[in-house]
């Protein structure tokens, strides 16, 4: 498409448009534990940054590297500088993806991880999700509108051919920055109708969706939250299982990503 005549800018919407049927070049991975960003490091061969493309003093941790006609950054929040632990939850997650984005002007961004499942929902451990919307439970504002803002709920970017392609789950995601679940946070999930429950995803979402990047949600089931067995215990069991899952599921979702536009996901 050709600029108007009269030299006026693209409206955004001509933008998005033109956006949709230009193949997708730059990904950026959202990430948010070591232990599920490694494998996929390993599997595309992904080199780390020496030099940081982020403000000097944070710990983020940049992987990119090339894949067919795709180059791939993988961001992962990296640890904290004094406790030693892996940078988790919604205010890493939105740090990330709003600094990835103003540095790599990514064409598609993809939160990646694991996360908490619902039996009564259809939710099995090793299942993996490509997820439809997103929501936060834990930001309770009782007041008009202000609830609704706290709720955040928002579709995510639509993958109808992957979804079937790869013939994966797909349900709602209800973030939050704890892993075990309040009464409280128990009700704001059941309102959010989510299937399984994170603690980056919707944050990931909030920040991709002030500079309208599409972003996709793939996410493994871990532990069962309405199971028998403690979650803590059951996530650190299954760790190593679902994170591999996780992996090749991301690397077939590569595949089919590989010389598409946004249009035909």
Same mark, same amino acid.
């Given at each position: 498409m050709a600029p108007p005549e009269d030299g006026t800018e693209f409206t955004e919407e001509v933008k998005a448009a033109e956006a949709e049927k230009k193949p997708i !070049?730059?990904?950026? /991975?959202?990430?948010a534990m070591q232990s599920e960003a490694l494998p996929l490091v390993n599997r595309f061969q992904l080199t780390e940054d020496p030099d940081s493309l982020f403000p000097k003093g944070c710990p983020w941790v940049r992987y990119h590297g090339t894949?067919?006609?795709?180059?791939?950054?993988?961001?992962?929040?990296?640890?904290?500088?004094?406790?030693?632990? &892996?940078?988790?939850?919604?205010? !890493?997650?939105s740090l990330v993806t709003y600094a990835s984005i103003q540095a790599l002007k990514p064409d598609l961004i993809v939160n990646a991880g694991t996360c908490g499942g /619902?039996?009564?929902?259809?939710? +099995?451990i090793r299942d993996v999700f490509l997820v439809s919307e997103v929501a936060f439970h834990d930001r309770r504002i009782p007041i008009p509108v202000f609830d609704q803002y706290?709720?955040?709920?928002?579709?995510? +970017? !639509?993958?109808?051919?992957l979804l079937q392609k790869l013939n994966l789950k797909s349900g709602k995601l209800s973030t939050g920055d704890s892993l075990d679940m309040s009464p409280q946070d128990e009700a704001s999930i059941i309102a959010? &109708?989510?299937t399984i429950k994170d603690m980056e995803g919707a944050a990931v979402a909030y920040a991709a969706g002030l500079f309208s990047v599409p972003t996709i949600f793939v996410k493994a089931v871990t532990d069962l939250v309405d199971g028998d067995k403690p979650t803590t215990e059951e996530f650190i069991e299954n760790l190593g299982a679902v994170t591999a899952a996780l992996d090749q599921t991301l690397a077939n979702i590569m595949d089919f990503i590989s010389g598409k536009c946004l249009s035909e996901l």
């Open positions: !070049s730059t990904i950026v /991975f959202v990430i894949y067919e006609d795709l180059h791939i950054n993988l961001i992962w929040p990296g640890k904290d500088p004094v406790w030693g632990v &892996d940078n988790v939850g919604t205010i !890493s997650a /619902f039996k009564a929902k259809g939710a +099995c706290g709720v955040g709920a928002r579709r995510t +970017c !639509s993958t109808p051919n959010n &109708d989510a």
